[in-house]
């Protein structure tokens, strides 16, 4: 079997392949797209870093491929869509790097602290001046970290041996995951902006998290605070942190990661009290290694039939059981979605109830698919059907599953609540013939909804004149409503009200929706 590296990697991970008699490793850098399609269909697997960018025309010459492994974490550069389709493995490597990170992330704050750059700057320049380069401590600070997931909480660990109090935001995370690394949950990112002398972001770039640090958020942090971002870039604001640089609102900032990279625009980095690094947070030598290491045995074991790990596409199934299922997985992952946007509060655990003849089939895809909708809605596309479990685990959501052949209003029915610290959302879907899904129960209301498009969900008191306010509210703006559903319980009481809208709703929209009278909480999904 043959095995291509076509960018640089370590060679503890060339070593791995190479000692293997029946691997053959080529070691080929460099090559321009067209020349990596004339070879790739001599192999059975490639390693790539982020040089190489495995397009869809490139994996329609990999006739012979099995694997792709990626050291690294991001698989931007490799079209998983066209891999899939071609019966082709895409793997990454996470947790390479968060030791690297987590350490960078630490040197960025004390050099931070201790004006070590602009110091350094002075010194070369031929100059000696202590009293303008005070610094301050860590010790008895308080460090507020957005995001806990690996690399946060390795942070949290570490910034609690400088004496320093730790707390996080993270709407996913477990108290007792957060505890084990000496990390104290607060409820709010208000809270934490308030409370914190350092902010430290550790967040994946969503819809959700992009321009997360902005104007608003800085306006509730503590004069003279300092950020940190080592996660990615379009996370902070580059030109409001900029202008609270300026007046002073932030002492100071440090930056791994921007926008646009390498950034064109210099004013942010030449401010004194502005630290920034070149994306440096994975480039160690131990971190460079343990990625080659993982990618080689990874593609070992696929080669081999050992088992796949850290998979980013989805696995195969029987032929028979995924034609049974293909309708089911789209539909677990719409109400995965829709249960995570409808849900508030940090997320306990996840239960699953299959009834009917869906209980007679092998529902492991569609749990993956349904988790993979709920954590997608706040951690972005690096979600996918393998990793989901994997995720909930981290974050210290448990997942039950529950199988009945009882049935007694449809043939098969698939329910899902999500249970959080502060409430339980439910969702209930099926199928219409064999392919035609619907939504037919919504928090314990009976609903029949197509799941597809732009759909406002609005819970509201059943009172005369909301459909006409809500009809209202739209088409003053615009927005046509291809399809309305109304639910309740008993006259008078609670309700729901779903709308297909041909166009989605802006927050303008959603505040005014959620304004109106009888109106008790309004969510936008896209489906």
């Known amino acids: 079997m043959k095995v291509l590296i076509s960018d640089k990697l370590a060679q503890e991970g060339v070593d791995i392949l190479g000692a293997d008699p029946e691997i053959e490793v080529d070691v080929r850098t460099g090559l321009s797209p067209e020349e990596l399609k004339q070879i790739i269909g001599d192999y059975d697997a490639i390693i790539v870093r982020s040089g190489t960018t495995l397009t869809a025309d490139i994996l329609s010459a990999a006739g012979k491929m099995q694997a792709i492994a990626r050291a690294g974490v991001g698989v931007d550069n490799v079209d998983v869509e066209a891999a899939s389709r071609a019966g082709i493995v895409v793997m990454n490597t996470p947790g390479g790097n968060t030791v690297a990170a987590a350490e960078h992330t630490m040197a960025m704050m004390l050099a931070l602290s201790r004006n070590i750059s602009p110091a350094n700057a002075s010194m070369r320049a031929g100059n000696w001046d202590r009293k303008r380069f005070m610094g301050t401590e860590l010790a008895g600070k308080t460090l507020g970290i957005i995001g806990l997931g690996r690399i946060g909480r390795e942070v949290g660990k570490r910034a609690t041996s400088f004496d320093m109090r730790v707390i996080g935001y993270d709407p996913f995370i477990s108290r007792d995951a957060a505890v084990e690394a000496g990390v104290t949950v607060v ?302 319980k008993e006259a008078g009481g609670r309700a729901i009200t779903v709308m297909n809208l041909d166009t989605p709703p802006d927050e303008v929209v959603l505040d005014a929706v959620r304004k109106a009278a009888n109106v008790n909480a309004a969510f936008a999904v896209n489906l």
Do not use: W
């Open 187 to 488: 409820e709010t990112l208000e809270e934490l902006c308030g409370a914190s002398h350092y902010i430290s972001v550790h967040v994946p770039l969503t819809d959700q998290t992009c321009n997360l640090v902005s104007k608003g958020l800085i306006a509730k942090m503590r004069d003279g605070v300092r950020v940190i971002n080592c996660s990615r870039g379009c996370v902070v604001n580059e030109d409001d942190l900029y202008e609270a640089l300026v007046s002073g609102k932030v002492a100071g900032a440090a930056l791994d990661v921007f926008a646009e990279e390498p950034p064109k625009n210099r004013k942010l980095i030449e401010l004194e009290q502005m630290l920034a690094t070149p994306h440096l947070g994975a480039s160690t030598e131990e971190a460079q290694v343990m990625v080659a290491v993982q990618a080689a045995q990874q593609i070992l074991d696929a080669l081999k039939d050992r088992g796949l790990r850290n998979a980013v596409n989805l696995p195969s199934v029987p032929a028979e059981e995924a034609r049974y299922l293909e309708p089911f997985v789209e539909l677990a992952r719409k109400l995965g979605v829709l249960l995570g946007r409808l849900s508030t509060g940090r997320f306990r655990r996840i239960e699953l109830t299959y009834a009917g003849d869906l209980s007679r089939h092998n529902t492991d895809l569609l749990n993956r698919n349904l988790l993979q909708g709920v954590l997608s809605v706040f951690l972005g596309e690096g979600v996918n059907s393998i990793n989901a479990p994997v995720l909930a685990e981290e974050r210290g959501i448990d997942v039950s599953v529950r199988k009945t052949t009882q049935c007694t209003e449809f043939r098969s029915l698939f329910s899902a609540a999500a249970v959080t610290d502060t409430m339980t959302r439910s969702a209930e879907g099926t199928m219409c013939g064999e392919d035609d899904a619907r939504i037919v129960g919504l928090d314990g209301f009976s609903v029949e909804v197509i799941p597809e498009g732009e759909i406002l969900v609005v819970f509201n008191d059943d009172k005369p004149g909301i459909i006409g306010e809500l009809g209202k509210i739209l088409g003053d703006q615009g927005i046509n409503i291809a399809r309305l559903v109304y639910g309740r």
